[in-house]
């Protein structure tokens, strides 16, 4: 075996990340890793990169052991890699790009000689790219190709491609797959980062599946089919039992949030949104299932009002929002719970107590804003988190001091505890441990209850499945399927989410649920 | 007492720290000034006999302290959503010319009407210079440190213009200055000392933004976006309405600082109002970390050494300049211990 | 008219593109240095003082381009490597610089010195109108416009130029390129200060002859501005320096003609043009800006 890689483990502080991963590459193979995210597979890589030095284990090309210390070390013994964020300067021309990345570069650069080899790996590779275009004005696909050029340059074997097509569009895709088969026929070796099974399917020569740091199993493409895939990827569930009433009570007639083919334009290599349409009711929570970076983010912008609908409408009960202020919104009744809770919910610096009144700020300081009470301000914030069942922690402590965990569970409190008419929650229990997680469901739960609409969007299959009174999946900026929990199986889903079938609609997911 | 140990371990003990760095500047100037074959000590006993050694020394040490603390403000309010004010020289003067404006033009009044009328003269013409800066950031992003760098040129020389041409004295032979301002115009002076009203402007202007920022939800917006302008936005804060807000109500307090100045020091308009309170007030404001209290404690810290200047160029026939060198040393000194400029006090 | 106003606007725009080609250089690294300022001041008071003692611009100017770098590594160093504040640390090298230059030039205000004398191209120096204009200056002036052009051809046609650019635009993806990016930047930002130096060397040497407190008046700042408008190409800048400086020439011809405009309204231009500048372009200057640049600039920290 020409890349064997034997007993890698590598962990971080609270995850293990890798335990014990074996794997054995032969040469011109083009060897994908599957997984969902979190699985594993962008450490291992990160390791045989010399990104990260593993805690454990060895990695050997050619029967000869390697130490790889850095990524330097990695490139001199050719190995190269392909971030999802490209290591470009979109200011530069491509060029000037191949230019830095070249071993050796003489005072003048040669630039004649970097075009013609660009012209050379264009004809002979497909890596076709006019190589004096500025970064900034190529395509996404296009831009990969310098990536890739630029590991041909400095002699990489081994070419390592971290979820390369995520950002990619079908036709792309397909030129990426040409690419990456005369490649192989060179005798180029290929790791393939994703979590896409059409794609692994159509590409690569043998499948690796990893789940929660360890592999599954390594299949040949011609003895796997997509379901087994599927099956490994996601594993055993059982369909769950109602653990919570599942009906939700759809409240009134008309839904709490309406978007009408909304779009949003994408920026850098995002998809945006295309076209969404969807409502939602009082009382019932809409699963928004679908790896991350397929219009999620820009959905919730879209609905917080910090971003624009380039088209389409945006309903709050039945009043036109589409230009409202996030002000107007969050005093309106809207509540989110962002992706990155501590970059974008919270001011570190700022006390516990005064990041709790960050949304509601009318509310705890009126009569103008003067003569703020902070004592009574704690008050009302204890009574709050003791009404939740929970320990108070200190009040005047810094939240930057709090740990990812804690962090979260102070913005579900604070958004929960406005009663909103609506709540948007990313994620809501990354980072909690079980019992935690568990309390982050009862309480969505009691919203839901208590009337509220939420949209739960999540990539956690267990938790839509267990909470949401109904789901759809959203891939590349788009709706691609609607259901409710039990209607198809856990496997179709996966499908979805990882854009290898389209589900056929039988019910279209702006339709009102009817009352129950 | 477990509360007065965390304390302890976190912003009681910046002031300390900031005093042992101070010391670190005072014995640097002391290399250079040995280098210069002129004797350390004696100079910073010069200083600090300016300074300490008479009750005119003490007094004009609050004397000079008052600019200082309004200009200081000027930059620390600014500064607390993380934009840089270094215009207060020029927001100084603008206060200075259209205080000007009404001592001449309606110095007639009585003290009671005049002298609120100047005081609110003096907030516009500061806030106003303020406004074009805080504009074209807003609108179009122009960064307001060499915006409000350039204005001051600009506003300095408009005064020099104003007082030989358009309101100049007519009775002076060609001095460049206004006529004097009448009675009802000026500001008292107090205890036989050159200390005047400006004072209380001074602390109560610095009262104001301690209250605003700690007990107002002003301030409470303001000070979350100096810590997180994303998490700001998101949750609906008006960026745009506080950089607008924030650089005039620093330049309206530096703009009452000139209004002090020509109403109880010079009681006219002349070139040379300000010995750079406005720059001095900038790194006052930076050495307190754009904190109120501390903005205080070294505006009299500055206060001190600005007095002391006058003194060894008197006894030691040492140039001005070095209490300057002393002061942009500790800058440098606060600036290179990573201190992170408080933005929540 | 207009000769005497162009060529007063070559020779009075000479410190000011030497400072300007300096920041440039500083600035297309990632680092703004708004201590040029101070960076002109030093090398004007040294330059001066050095003339002063040995009787030889050249050493002046040399004692310059010494002081300019110097003072400017103290802004690197807090910058690059304590990762300081990048404007409040310019501007607190400007005020040390402003008290130190007061300090040391005490001695020598009034004092007179064997100035850099005007350098006249034999043959070239005769031609009709453009001999005057273009080729009767002193030895600093021809160096800034010819460093101008070789500044250039560096930045865009050798590797340094290329790793200099890529450090300004992206460090990170410098750095994964085996850039050593501290060193370019320490590097860059000496540099910028050496032709500060250099700046503050004509104007105390060749253009006013003579030392004052605080004789760059601004210059430096307006050379941060005048980079913004170049976009941060050399040859731009070029254009830049010598509009700004026929303004400042522009200011002595209307006086010595006697025109009732007072000369105060006269000094401001510089200083508001540069400001209708920035205001003007501030659209493109968001898209030609070093990528680097926009936290320092835009970033509300």
Sequence with gaps: MYLRLDGIAKSFPGVLANCGISLEVDRGEIHALLGENGAGKSTLMKVLYGFYQPDAGTISVDGARLDLRSPSDAIRAGIGMVFQSFMLIPAFSVVENIALALPRLGVVPDTAEIRERVRQYGARYGLTVDPDAKVWQLSVGEQQRVEIIKLLVSGARILILDEPTSVLAPHEIRGLFEILQTLRRDGYTILFITHKLKEVMAIADRITVLRKGSVVGTLSRDKATEQDLAYMLLGERELRTDTFSRRGRADGARPVLELESVSVPGERGRCGLAGVSLSLHGGEILGVAGVTGNGQTELGEAILGLRRAAHGRILLDGVDVSHATTARMLEAGVACIPEDPLRMGVAPGLTIAENMILTERRRFMPRGGLFTDWRAIRRAIEERIENFGLTIPRLTVPVGTLSGGNVQRLLLLRELSRRPKLLVTFYPTRGLDIAATRMAHELLMMARNGGAAILLISEDLDELLDLSDRLVVFSRGAIVGAFRPGEIDTVDIGLLMTGAKRHEWHDSPASPIPAS | MARLARLADSRLLIPVRLLGLTALAFVAVGVFLLLFGKNPLAAYRAIFAGAFGSTYGLSEVVVRAIPLMLCAAATAIPARIGLLNVGGEGQLHAGAMAATWGALTLGFLPRAALLPGLVALGLLGGAAAALVPAVLRWAAGVNETISTLLLNYVIVLLVEYVVRGPWKDPMSYNWPFTPEFSDSARLGLYWGTRIHAGLWFALVAIALFYFVLRRTRWGYEVRVIGDNPEAAVRAGIPLGRYILLTMCAGGALAGLAGMAEVCAIQSRLRPGISTGFGYTGFLVSWLALHHPLGIVAMAVLLGVLSVGGDQVQISLGLPYATVNIIMALIFFVVLGSRFRAARTA | ?301
């Design chain 3, 1 to 301: 008219m207009l000769a005497s106003v162009l060529e007063g606007g070559i020779r009075a725009g000479t410190p000011i593109l030497y400072a300007t080609l300096g920041e440039v250089i500083a600035e297309r690294a990632g680092v703004v240095n708004l201590g040029v300022e101070g960076a002109i001041l030093v090398g004007a008071c040294a330059g001066f003082i050095t003339t002063a003692q040995t009787q030889s611009p050249l050493l002046g100017i040399a004692a310059a381009a010494l002081a300019g770098g110097v003072a400017s590594l103290v802004h690197a160093f807090m910058v690059v490597t304590v990762r300081a504040n990048q404007i409040a640390s310019g501007l607190a090298l400007m005020f040390l610089c402003l008290g130190v230059t007061s300090f040391v030039g005490r001695p020598y205000v009034a004092v007179k010195i064997n100035a850099v004398a005007p350098l006249a191209v034999p043959g070239l120096s005769d031609l009709p109108v453009v001999g005057r204009l273009l080729f009767s200056h002193d030895v600093l002036v021809y160096g800034a416009y010819l460093l101008a052009p070789l500044i250039w051809l560096i930045l865009f046609y050798t590797k340094w130029g290329l790793a200099l650019r890529a450090v300004g635009e992206r460090q990170a993806v410098a750095f994964a390129s085996g850039l050593p990016t501290a060193v370019v930047q320490y590097a860059a930002v000496v540099c910028g200060g050496v032709l500060a130096g250099v700046a503050g060397a004509h104007l105390s040497l060749a253009y006013a002859r003579s030392w004052v407190e605080g004789m760059s008046n601004g210059r430096g700042f307006i050379a941060v501005a005048l980079v913004i408008f170049a976009t941060w190409h050399p040859l731009r800048a070029v254009l830049g320096a010598v509009i700004f400086g026929a303004v400042f020439a522009l200011q002595l011809q209307i006086q010595a003609r006697g025109v009732a405009l007072s000369p105060y309204f006269l000094d401001m231009t510089p200083y508001l043009l540069t400001l209708f500048g920035l205001l003007l372009l501030a659209r493109t200057q968001r898209h030609t800006m070093p990528e680097g640049l926009k936290e320092v600039f835009e970033g509300l920290k």
